[in-house]
Nanobody
């Protein structure tokens, strides 16, 4: 099993930018399909972004064009760059992974597909 550790969450003003990170321990990232999820107070956890290939990701409609997911070349970290942040982006952000047994990643945004989860990092956007 992987150990995932998120960091970088903080409070920002509406319209601002922020990059959060996820360090991965236990195995090379190349063996896993990787995603970012978020959960706002009183709401269900939702998919934000998921890698299809190293530099290609699928995004939810709520963040498309504003968020960018990437992976480090060292195979140790994931990143989520968030631009033009809105108060509705306020949430706990989680990185997640599942083993790539099919030989490809579909860019799934379904949390039920993911096995390993981090503890989350809080992002708060003030208006």
């Amino acid at each position: 099993r992987l150990r995932l550790v998120e960091s970088g969450g903080t409070s920002v003003e509406s319209g601002g930018s922020l990059e959060i990170s996820c360090e991965v321990f236990g195995a090379p990232l190349g063996r896993f399909c990787l995603g970012w999820f978020r959960q706002a107070p009183g709401k269900e956890r939702e998919g934000v972004a998921a890698l299809i290939r190293e530099k290609t990701a699928k995004y939810s409609e709520f963040v498309e064009g504003r968020f960018t997911m990437s992976r480090s070349g060292s195979n140790r970290a994931l990143y989520l760059r968030m631009n033009d942040l809105k108060p509705e982006d306020t949430a706990m952000y989680f990185c997640a992974a599942y083993e790539n047994i099919r030989g490809y990643c579909s860019g799934s945004l379904k949390q039920s597909d993911y096995v390993d989860w981090g503890q989350g990092t809080q992002v708060t956007v003030s208006s």
